[in-house]
C-alpha cells in the first residue's frame, strides 16, 4: 500500500520532523526492526514513523539523489518483516509501500503508533538466542529507555491518545469514502489514484482509521473528526465559534459565527473569514525611500499558526468550543482544557515550547499534511517571527496558571491600525484617523517647500522658544507660512491649516524629553526602556508620571495592552498623531 503523502514531501522534512524519520540505504533488519519497535511505541505521541531503505543520509539529511531500492526484492522483505514483526511482543507489524523518487524506487515502512503498545523487540531478530528490551525514540536513535522511562512507557499501556481510539459509537459508515479521497489528492498521495475501486472499508484500513475484527469494526475518532459528514453528531462541541466585537466588549453590537463540520474545514473557513474580513493592508511610501514598507493589522501567519495550534490540542472530550474574539484591538484564541501540564508560563515567556507528550498525535498528522500547522515546537516562534516581521507588538500566551483549564492567544493589532477616540471620547474610524494624519503631513510637505523657497523672507534666526524676542520671530514665520499655504490650499483645504494649527499648539507644548520619547517609541518599547534608554533616568514612577503619563493622556503614546495598564507585558508606541507632533516640531519648529 502507498503512504498518504508523496514521497517527495516525506523526504523534504517539511511535513514530517526529523525525529520521525530514519535513512537507511539498504535493507538491514536488525536496526531497522528496532526502529519499528521504537516507532509503535510512541513513547511521546508524536505519531507515525518512516523508515526509507534505499536512502543514504548525511546529518540527519536525505543524500539525493537517492540510492534507490531493487523493486525485485520487495516480496522477500515483505515475508522476512512478517517473520520479524511476529518477534515483537506483541505482534507488531508495520506497512510497506514502494515509492518512485528520483528515477528509482525506494522502500517505505510505514509505522503508526502501535495501539498495544508497550512492545518490546529482540536486540538482534537473526540471532538464535534472543535478547527482549523495549525501545523508544529519543532525537532521532532507537534507545532501550532507562528505568524512568520504563516505567513510564508501561503507564502509558491504557493511554492511546483519544483522536486515535476506537469509537464504539459510531459505525464504520459514518466516515466518507468522498473526505478520505480528498484528502489523499490533496496531499499528492499516489494512495488516491490505488484507491478509485477500493471500498470504504478497504480505504479506511489503508488510512489507518478504523480498528477491530471483521465483524466488530469501529472508526477511530480521528476518522469521525476528520472524515465524517457528522462530526457534530459525535462530537457536539467540535466547532469554532467566531465573535467579531467592533465597539469592544462593553459594546451593544457584536457579530457571532459558527463553523460546524469537518476539524480541518473549520479551520479553513475561520481563516478565510479572516483573510477577507478581519485582516487589513497599508502600504506606507517614504519621502526619501522608494521602496513602500506593507504592514497589516494582524499578520496572517501568526493568527494561522495560534488558530491551527488550537484545533490541533485542544481536548475533544470537553464541551467547550474554539473561542475566536475579534476586538477592536487584538485577537483573542481560547481552547480548553490548556497546555499540556508539562509546559509552563515561563516557557512561553522565553519563547521556547515543547510539549512534554501531545494530545492528539493524528490530528497533527493530518494537519501537517495538509500544510495547516508547523512542525514539533516551531509554532510560538512562528506566531513570535510573524509579528516581528509585521513590527507588531509583541502576542501574549496565558496558560492560566494554576487552574490550567484554558490556554489564550492574544494578537495585538498594529499599532496605524488601531483605533483612536476622539476628545469627546467618540468612536472613530481608522479610516478618519489617516485622513486626519495625512492632511496634516500633506499641509507639511507644502509648508516645507514654501520654507525651501522662500528662505530670503523669513528670518534666518534661529527658533528658540525660551525667549520672548525669539518667539515673536516664529509667530511671524508661522503666519507667513499659513498666509502661503492659505493661497495654495484655498477655502477648500481649509481643514489642513485648522489642523495644523491645533498640532502646533501640541508640539509647543510637549517638553524635550517628551519628544525624545515619542521619537524613540515609533518602535514598540517597554517603560524601563523608554526610562532608561530615552530619558537617561532611572525607571522610578515620578519619572513616568512626569514624563510618558501626559503623552498617553494626550493620545500621542498608546499601550500595546490597553486593557490591561499593569501588566508585565505592557509596552508603549507612538500614535500616529504623535508622529505628526514630531514631524511639526521637527519640519516647523527646527527643533
Avoid at 51 to 69: A, L, M, N, T, Y
Avoid at 101 to 106: A, E, G, L, R, S
Wanted: proline share 5%; glycine share 4%; hydrophobic share 35%.
Amino acid at each position: 500500500m502507498s503512504i498518504l503523502i508523496s514521497i517527495e514531501d516525506l523526504l523534504s522534512g517539511q511535513l514530517v520532523e526529523g525525529t520521525r524519520m530514519e535513512f537507511k540505504k539498504g535493507w538491514n533488519p536488525k536496526p531497522i526492526m528496532r526502529s519499528v519497535c521504537a516507532f509503535a511505541n510512541d513513547f511521546e505521541n508524536e505519531g507515525s514513523g518512516y523508515i526509507i531503505v534505499g536512502v543514504d543520509e548525511k546529518d540527519g539529511k536525505p543524500v539525493r539523489p537517492v540510492h534507490g531500492f531493487n523493486p525485485d526484492e520487495l516480496e522477500k522483505v515483505e515475508k522476512e518483516i512478517i517473520g520479524y514483526g511476529n518477534q515483537i511482543k506483541p505482534t507488531y507489524l508495520p506497512r510497506l509501500s514502494l515509492e518512485e523518487i528520483d528515477n528509482k524506487h525506494v522502500l517505505v515502512i510505514w509505522v503508526p503508533a502501535g495501539s498495544n503498545r508497550p512492545y518490546k523487540v529482540p536486540d538482534d531478530v537473526k540471532a538464535k538466542h534472543k535478547v527482549y528490551n523495549y525501545r523508544i525514540r529519543y532525537s532521532s536513535n532507537s534507545i532501550v529507555p532507562n528505568q524512568e522511562q520504563e516505567i513510564e512507557l508501561i503507564q502509558l499501556t491504557a493511554q492511546i491518545p483519544f483522536d486515535d481510539r476506537p469509537n464504539t459509537k459510531a459505525s464504520i459508515d459514518d466516515l466518507s469514502r468522498e473526505l478520505m479521497r480528498n484528502h489523499l489528492r490533496a496531499t499528492s498521495s499516489k494512495l488516491y489514484e490505488e484507491s478509485k475501486n477500493m471500498d470504504l472499508v478497504e480505504l479506511a484500513e489503508k488510512m489507518n482509521l478504523c480498528q477491530g475484527s471483521n465483524e466488530h469494526l469501529f472508526p477511530k475518532n480521528i476518522g469521525l473528526l476528520m472524515f465524517s459528514e457528522e462530526t457534530q453528531k459525535f462530537f457536539p462541541a467540535a466547532r469554532i465559534e467566531v465573535v467579531n466585537y467592533p465597539y469592544g466588549l462593553a459594546g451593544k453590537q457584536f457579530e457571532e459565527k459558527e463553523y460546524t463540520g469537518t476539524i480541518q474545514q473549520q479551520l479553513l473557513d475561520v481563516l478565510d473569514y479572516f483573510k477577507t474580513v478581519v485582516m487589513r493592508k497599508m502600504v506606507i511610501k517614504h519621502r526619501h525611500k522608494e521602496q513602500a514598507d506593507v504592514v497589516f493589522n494582524y499578520p496572517y501567519d501568526a493568527f494561522e499558526e495560534a488558530l491551527s495550534n488550537a484545533v490541533y490540542h485542544r481536548n475533544y472530550e470537553l464541551l467547550d468550543p474554539i473561542e475566536v474574539r475579534i476586538l477592536p484591538d487584538v485577537i483573542e484564541i481560547i481552547s480548553f482544557n490548556g497546555v499540556d501540564a508539562s509546559i509552563k508560563q515561563k516557557h512561553f515567556d522565553k519563547g521556547r515550547v515543547r510539549a512534554r507528550r501531545y494530545r492528539n498525535r493524528r490530528v497533527g498528522e493530518f494537519l501537517k499534511e495538509l500544510r495547516l500547522t508547523e512542525g514539533r515546537g516551531t509554532g510560538v516562534p512562528t506566531i513570535i517571527k510573524a509579528l516581528e516581521e509585521n513590527n507588531s507588538p509583541e502576542a501574549i500566551f496565558d496558560t492560566n496558571e494554576p487552574e490550567r483549564i484554558s490556554f489564550i492567544v492574544e494578537i495585538p493589532i498594529h499599532s496605524l491600525f488601531e483605533e483612536e477616540d476622539n476628545d469627546q471620547g467618540k468612536e472613530t474610524t481608522d479610516q478618519d484617523d489617516d485622513q486626519d494624519v495625512c492632511l496634516v503631513l500633506k499641509g507639511l510637505e507644502e509648508l516645507e517647500a514654501i520654507i525651501n523657497k522662500d528662505k530670503t523672507e523669513v528670518s534666518d534666526q534661529e527658533t528658540d522658544l525660551n525667549g520672548d524676542e525669539d518667539e515673536t520671530v516664529f509667530e511671524e514665520r508661522y503666519k507667513h507660512l499659513l498666509k502661503h499655504l492659505k493661497e495654495i490650499f484655498g477655502k477648500k483645504h481649509e481643514p489642513d491649516v485648522k489642523l495644523i494649527s491645533k498640532y502646533r499648539e501640541s508640539a509647543l507644548a510637549i517638553s524635550k524629553e517628551q519628544l525624545d520619547i515619542l521619537k524613540f517609541a515609533l518602535t514598540v518599547k517597554s517603560n524601563k526602556e523608554i526610562q532608561e534608554e530615552a530619558l537617561k533616568l532611572k525607571t522610578h514612577t515620578d519619572n513616568f508620571k512626569n514624563h510618558i503619563e501626559p503623552l498617553l493622556i494626550k493620545g500621542f503614546l498608546r499601550r500595546t495592552i490597553p486593557n490591561k495598564p499593569t501588566s508585565k507585558y505592557q509596552k508603549y508606541y507612538t500614535t500616529k498623531r504623535g508622529e505628526a507632533v514630531i514631524h511639526i516640531r521637527e519640519q516647523l519648529l527646527k527643533k
